[in-house]
């Protein structure tokens, strides 16, 4: 499975991004995609995910009612609609993959990675 995270950019505080992740096919240990996100000098953190099948979502705290993730199950797409930035969401976001969504929110269970996009938001 690879996985193509885009989407990420420059923005200011108060704005919004929308990062995309398209999945090249969907196997039994990526029953749920996510996102993680790491800020220089910190470790990886787990932001939120989603299950294909039942759309069940999850979050962190800190992003909780800013960010919002949905799928696209006809295109293998998974999004992260990003509102109300803060300079601390500053990071490296990562598409993930896992065998489900308990599993995805630690990075040790991650089955599959996609590359990073940058999210910088100035203040």
């Known amino acids: 499975v690879q996985l193509q995270a885009s989407g990420g950019g420059l923005v200011q505080a108060g704005g919004s991004l929308r990062l995309s992740c398209a999945a090249s096919?969907?196997?039994?240990?990526?029953?749920?995609m996510g996102w993680f996100r790491q800020a220089p000098g910190k470790e990886r953190e787990f932001v939120s995910s989603?299950?294909?099948?039942?759309?069940?979502?999850y979050y962190a705290d800190s992003v909780k009612g800013r960010f919002t993730v949905s799928r696209d199950g006809a295109k293998n797409m998974v999004y992260l609609q990003m509102s109300s930035l803060k300079p601390e969401d500053t990071a490296l976001y990562y598409c993930?993959?896992?065998?489900?969504?308990?599993?995805?929110?630690?990075?040790?269970?991650?089955?599959?990675w996609g590359q990073g996009t940058q999210v910088t938001v100035s203040s």
């Open positions: 993930a993959a896992a065998t489900d969504t308990i599993s995805l929110r630690n990075y040790r269970n991650i089955a599959y």
């Open positions: 096919r969907l196997t039994t240990d990526s029953n749920a």
């Open positions: 989603i299950s294909w099948r039942e759309g069940r979502t």
